[in-house]
């Protein structure tokens, strides 16, 4: 057992998101076009998409090692998916093959004059990962794992797994876990007290009746357990947070010279600070290093400039 230990020390633990991966047919535009009309794009690409997914693939960019578990159909498009994780070197923990199942699909209009993005997004019939699923893991690979708000049902069995795992060990050997609630949805509301680091959207927190980031901030704290973090990022307002010792902390946002592309900002934000406070570092320095990349992001198309661009900072 102690040997079994050991080797479980010296192995580089991983972060694990959990969530949607889906294919985006991104056309970026001069303008975006009226109903009814006809238009060129500039450009148009196959990128591999979803909130987990997308995070993921920043958090390998950043240096940390990280997989991803989701669902997926077999098919062409699923190929492609595959082929982009390796490419960037994001370790796929797949559920158990989803039968007569369609891939989620985005159709995703950037605007060049605004850098806005427009989705619309089709997901009919493939289900969310499941705790059995989720039971089949390996959880002594992982520090950290982080879901994307989506089966509460299921994710709270998963997130309990986790708890019971990490209160028979001494703190040093426990995953932290972290949870984005993105969509307005009363049934996700119930994962708040249940993560160590929660991520809230700006939709969210005005669903709930907060109109700025710091009044979202006092606001939602009382849904957290005790010691918890929460996070609030407010695109051009920047971020706030809550420390787990009650302190209230602030980040400026840093846009871009020029607003390119805003698609999987807000991913680039939880994955740049999960890959700060998973490496040691304080909640201040996590969060403006998440407004920084997420801005910094926002200046080109897709991710693959990320690495370039931490030089810079």
Not at 10 to 19: A, E, N
Not at 50 to 75: E, H, I, K, R, Y
């Amino acid at each position: 057992m102690e040997e079994q230990q050991q080797g479980e020390q010296t192995k580089p633990k991983k972060i694990l998101c959990i969530g949607l991966v889906c294919l985006d047919i991104i056309s970026v535009v001069d303008k975006f076009p009226e109903e009814d009309s006809d238009s060129r794009c500039v450009s148009q690409r196959w990128q591999r998409g979803g909130n987990a997914s997308n995070s993921c693939t920043v958090l390998s960019l950043l240096g940390s090692p990280c997989a991803f578990m989701g669902s997926l159909c077999a098919g062409p498009v699923a190929s492609f998916i595959l082929e982009d994780f390796a490419r960037f070197q994001v370790e796929v923990c797949l559920p158990r093959e989803r039968a007569a199942c369609v891939t989620p699909t985005s159709l995703v209009i950037g605007s060049a004059a605004t850098g806005s993005r427009t989705i619309l997004h089709m997901n009919s019939n493939i289900p969310d990962v499941t705790f059995e699923d989720f039971s089949a893991l390996d959880l002594s690979a992982f520090k950290w794992i982080h879901w994307e708000g989506r089966n509460a049902d299921e994710q709270l069995k998963m997130m309990a797994a986790v708890e019971r795992r990490n209160a028979a060990l001494p703190r040093q050997r426990r995953i932290v876990t972290s949870v984005e609630i993105e969509k307005p949805r009363e049934n996700l509301y119930r994962l708040f007290p249940h993560a160590d680091v929660v991520f809230v959207s700006k939709d969210v927190s005005r669903q709930l009746g907060f109109h700025t980031p710091q009044n979202a901030i006092r606001g939602l704290a009382g849904r957290l357990r005790a010691g918890a973090v929460l996070i609030c990022a407010w695109a051009e307002k920047g971020a706030d947070a809550l420390d787990a010792d009650g302190t209230l902390l602030h980040s400026d946002a840093f846009p871009p010279q020029h607003l390119v592309d805003t698609l999987g900002a807000g991913d680039t934000f939880n994955a740049a600070v999960v890959h700060k406070l998973a490496n040691g570092c304080r909640l201040q320095e996590a969060l403006t290093f998440g407004c920084r990349v997420a801005g910094a992001k926002c200046g080109f198309h897709g991710y693959d400039a990320i690495a370039d661009q931490l030089t810079q900072m």
